[in-house]
């Protein structure tokens, strides 16, 4: 899908959402949106264990709440000319925490597996890792290939309304439930877009050492 190239796209709904918060520092949305994130992937690692669609649905807030603050730190930074390295370390620090606590809390749920959620979680850190040593290395921050945050933001959000409404169970070799099938395609995705990365990178330094 790769959302993340729609950045100027959205711009426009994120001027409108942004009123509110432009009383606020980045950085405290930054934080907010981690605390939710984390919160999600609470909820998630215990749903089926108590309440089942009761945390899902929690969870689906909190991941919508915190992938919207997400969104707007950023946006909101630069609308006030206020923009700094020091927020931008901290925005995708804490976006890699938020990774750990959401894909953690899919793994340790009754419908995932902990060994996909690693596979998944290791696709999901290199393809981040690739977009951003691109940018150190001189070239610019590369959001290509098939699996952005946003990308994997939204199939979180999909796949929680399925287990919610349509929750499914499907045995061969492993379970194949609607979040163990996320998890899958964070692997193989993950590292399919880190590939891809990898690839543009090394073109693009090469093309600098010339």
């Given amino acids: 899908m790769a959302l ?5 796209t ?3 709904i994120l001027d409108k959402l942004s009123k509110p918060f432009m009383r606020f520092n980045p950085n405290t949305l930054t934080e907010v949106s981690f605390l939710f994130a984390v919160l999600a992937g609470v909820f998630i690692a215990i749903s089926g264990r108590i309440i089942s669609s ?3 649905i929690l969870a689906f807030i909190l991941i919508l709440l915190s992938s919207t603050l997400d969104a707007l730190d950023g946006f909101v930074a630069r609308k006030k000319n ?3 390295k020091a927020g931008d370390m901290l925005d995708h620090t804490f976006d890699r925490y938020s990774d750990i606590a ?3 809390g899919f793994a340790f749920s009754l419908y995932g597996n902990i060994y996909i959620g690693i596979l998944a979680l290791g696709g999901v850190f290199m393809t981040s890792y690739l977009g951003t040593q691109a940018q150190a290395l001189g070239l610019k921050r590369n959001y290509g290939g098939v699996l952005g945050r946003a990308d994997r933001l939204v199939l979180m959000l999909v796949i929680l ?6 929750p499914f169970s499907y045995n061969f070799y492993i379970d194949f439930t609607p979040i163990n099938i996320l998890l899958i395609w964070f692997f193989i995705a993950g590292y399919i877009t880190s590939g891809e990365r990898f690839v543009q990178s090394i073109i693009g330094l090469h093309q600098m050492d010339e």
């Avoid at 309304?161 to 349509?166: A, L, P, Q, V």
């Fill in 54 to 56: 009761y945390f899902l």
């Fill in 102 to 104: 959401l894909i953690t």
């Fill in 4 to 8: 993340d190239s729609m950045r100027g």
């Fill in 161 to 166: 309304i399925i287990e919610i409404i349509f």
């Fill in 82 to 84: 206020i923009s700094s």
């Fill in 10 to 12: 959205v711009n426009p």
